[in-house]
């Protein structure tokens, strides 16, 4: 007989509780920050309509990364690779009640068929931040300072690129090199891979795609001409929008972190307004962190209402990343605060009645299993990863004292089973 693998299915996580402690915390930053700031959870089904992606969200994420299946009853089902259309959906779904402008925060677990590397999986999990509604340039800031206090609570923001641009500057762009929305497109995947690629292949691509000489050195010099001159070239509200932007995040003291990109595309196809990535500083980790954009069409799908938004998703892999190249990650090997010894069956009781009280004052308690003699608990204190530990025998217990070791500190007091409390909450 051949035995099942225990390795979990590729590009895919197992959260050990070491890893499980790590998760909770992110998340925990994560969800502090967001109710700092006035948003309010909300989550919807991992499994979503295929339709509900086909529309909008791109051909790379549909054609080649979606994981979808015909159901029992013949439905085409998709597991959710992205949690803007679900949002939109929720939103279209009780449009008229809710109350505008919506800041709405969701940690979902997502999936996507990727060939798993370095900050890439096939599961992962998103912060996802949108405002809909209220004025656009305060909106775009408003989401793009979240992401820096956020990481700011992480004690990181001084490693952060903030890199915008706006998909209707590049929509003007392309139509002044004479583009259809086709070949736009297609130029679009060539920009998106120009930095990997490098200039050489970059050019031949652009040739291949039909574009002349002409056209190429108006890409090149697009690419490098910077805000102020594009700014002049193709005055309209695509620049209007950016410059209010910058202005707003001067305003927040973020001049230093965020740039003007034109080559920051995103891949999916909803966006209209402003477009933004955030990767860290550090060499090491070259993958977006944070990606998001305004979106104004996303809500037709579902009906008449349209509602402009704006959000990004940030991936646990690349914070992850992020979190232990800086060296941002706290200590978490005390698993628990106490660990109460069992001497015998006959003081089982006792020791649920001393864990009890511990238990109350809000410590984290576990207790023994097992009968055993002090040596052989402390080691499996120890091993648990206890900070302290409650130790008593028949003539300890009739006393009315109880042993406490500090086990950070190899520190052992005798002291009143009342009062472990108020000594361990003083050490
Ligand atoms: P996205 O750029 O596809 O945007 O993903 C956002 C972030 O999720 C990425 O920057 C990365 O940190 C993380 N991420 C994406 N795919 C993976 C993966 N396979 N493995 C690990 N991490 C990954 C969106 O999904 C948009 N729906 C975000 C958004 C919200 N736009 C507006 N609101």
Same mark, same amino acid.
């Given at each position: 007989m051949s035995f099942i693998s225990t390795?979990?299915?590729?590009g895919t996580r197992d959260f050990y509780p070491d890893e499980m402690r790590f998760r909770r915390w992110m998340f925990g930053k994560m969800r502090e920050t967001a109710l700092k700031f006035g948003f309010q959870e909300y989550d919807g089904p991992i499994l979503e309509s295929f339709e509900l992606y086909a529309a909008k969200s791109g051909e790379e994420l549909v054609n080649e990364q979606l994981y979808h299946f015909v159901d029992r009853g013949d439905r085409k089902v998709a597991i959710r690779p992205e949690m803007t259309p679900t949002l939109a959906r929720l939103v279209a779904g009780k449009f008229n009640e809710l109350p505008k402008p919506i800041r709405w925060f969701s940690i979902p677990n997502l999936w996507r068929y990727e060939k798993p590397q370095k900050g890439r999986l096939r599961e992962h999990w998103q912060l996802n931040v949108d405002v809909l509604g209220g004025e656009r340039s305060m909106a775009d800031a408003e989401t793009l300072y979240f992401a820096h206090e956020l990481i700011r609570s992480f *004690? +990181?923001?001084?490693?952060l690129d903030m890199r915008i641009n706006h998909r209707g500057l590049m929509d003007q762009f392309f139509g002044s090199l004479g583009l259809d929305a086709e070949r736009a497109h297609k130029v679009t995947k060539a920009i998106d891979a120009k930095d990997k690629i490098g200039p050489e292949k970059f050019h031949q691509w652009l040739k291949d795609l039909g574009l002349g000489a002409t056209e190429i050195s108006q890409i090149d010099a697009f690419f490098n001409e910077g805000f102020e001159a594009i700014r002049s070239k193709f005055a309209g509200v695509a620049v209007d929008e950016m410059s209010q932007l910058f202005d707003r995040l001067q305003d927040l003291g973020l001049k230093d972190s965020c740039r003007f990109d034109? /080559?920051?595309?995103? +891949?999916?196809?909803?966006?209209?307004g402003t477009v933004f990535e955030i990767y860290d500083t550090?060499?090491?980790?070259?993958?977006?962190?944070f990606g998001g954009g305004r979106y104004d069409?996303?809500? *037709?799908l579902f009906g008449k209402n349209q509602l402009s938004g704006v959000g990004f998703g940030m991936g646990d892999v690349t914070l992850e990343d992020f979190l232990r190249t800086h060296a941002l990650v706290p200590d978490? /090997? /005390?698993?628990?605060d106490v660990w109460v010894g069992v001497p015998d069956r006959a003081h089982w009781k006792s020791a649920q009645e001393i864990s009890r009280t511990l238990r109350e004052a809000g410590l984290s308690v576990g207790v023994s299993l097992d009968e055993a003699g002090f040596g052989a608990q402390i080691k499996q204190a120890l091993k648990l990863g206890a900070r302290f530990v409650v130790l008593f025998g028949e003539e300890e217990w009739k006393s009315g004292k109880v042993v406490l070791k500090n086990l950070g500190k190899n520190e052992q007091t005798i002291v009143d089973a009342a009062d472990v409390v108020r000594v361990i909450q003083t050490q």
């Open positions: 390795q979990s299915y590729k *004690g +990181g923001n001084a490693h034109p /080559s920051i595309m995103r +891949g999916l196809n909803y966006y209209t550090h060499p090491e980790n070259r993958r977006a962190m069409n996303l809500l *037709g978490f /090997s /005390s698993a628990l």
